[in-house]
């Protein structure tokens, strides 16, 4: 991924900008087009620390908000609130809003760690793989209406709420399930998924709630927070940005790794796809680079 790094400091600006204007461009912006397609991550990542050496940018890992997003974030605050904010304060804001939503991805990465250092298995691994990277962005990509949920709660005293839930909204599946969402009972499947992969999406257990308290909002994580690195990456445009956070799995993965080795799929009618039907019946469609689910 190209793009330069710069430490980014979440409460004052650390570097200089150059800002491209008040003036929304014409029709669906790429940037749009990204946040159509891939939620808050086509403004911003969570690399984590379990990828470290992996690309983009090998050596390092953190939250990584990119350019060109917080000059979209300034350009809407001034839309929703004309002439409310200046333009500094627009993108300290922005920054907030997106940081506040990567921050939840890194909590969940450390209470995943402390249950990896117990278990010792890879299940942070092995969660990406079996479910988020596969069904990213489906409704039960809870990791991902958890961190919107998180992001909204923790915006609230930023005077931007109205805006930071239309743009929850405007993003897909798992993204925009906010409204009367229970947290609690999202937090319990995501542990489960932790936990027992794709298993908790076609049957039990589906909830762990004894996990609930511990995902993302104990004291340890407030004081954890400081240790997460947070960089601006400079020089990207939206229209060059691929998710580096939602690289799928190629379709060997999902059939050697998730579809026969954990489920214990059969292969049926073949045409372009391939079909797979799992343990409860459920069939699975397997197609070039993502798998669905089918009822
Ligand atoms: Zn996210």
Not at 102 to 128: K, Q
Not at 207 to 231: L, T
């Amino acid at each position: 991924m190209a793009g330069d790094l710069v430490p980014a400091d979440i409460e004052k600006e650390t570097h200089p900008w150059s800002y491209d204007g008040d003036a929304a461009p014409d029709g669906a912006s790429p940037v749009e087009d990204g946040i159509l397609a891939s939620g808050c991550e086509a403004l911003a990542f969570y690399k984590s620390i379990h990828a470290e050496k992996k690309a983009p940018y090998p050596g390092k890992w953190g939250i990584f908000l990119l350019d060109y997003a917080l000059n979209y974030l300034a350009r809407e605050i001034e839309r929703h609130y004309p002439g409310k904010f200046p333009f500094p304060v627009r993108v300290a804001k922005g920054r907030k809003l997106l940081y506040f939503h990567e921050r939840f991805h890194f909590r969940f990465d450390c209470w995943v760690l402390a249950h990896e250092s117990v278990t010792g298995r890879p299940l942070y691994e092995d969660y990406r793989n079996s479910i988020y990277r596969c069904f990213h962005p489906e409704d039960f990509v809870y990791e991902e209406s958890l961190a919107n949920l998180h992001a909204l709660r923790a915006i609230a005293r930023e005077g931007i709420a109205t805006y930071a839930k239309a743009f929850m909204l405007s993003q897909p599946g798992a993204y925009s399930n906010i409204i009367g969402a229970d947290r609690e009972e999202f937090l319990g499947r995501l542990a489960a998924q932790t936990f027992y992969g794709r298993a908790q999406i076609v049957g039990e257990p589906h909830r762990r709630p004894e996990h609930v308290q511990y995902i993302a909002n104990s004291k340890d994580d407030r004081v954890r927070d400081f240790s997460c690195p947070v960089y601006r990456v400079i020089g990207v445009s939206a229209s060059q940005f691929s998710v580096p956070s939602i690289a799928l799995p190629t379709l060997s993965e999902i059939e050697n790794r998730f579809i026969r080795a954990y489920l214990n799929g059969r292969e049926g009618t073949r045409t372009d796809h391939r079909y797979f039907t799992i343990d409860n019946g459920q069939k699975i469609k397997g197609s070039s680079g993502f798998c669905v689910l089918l009822s």
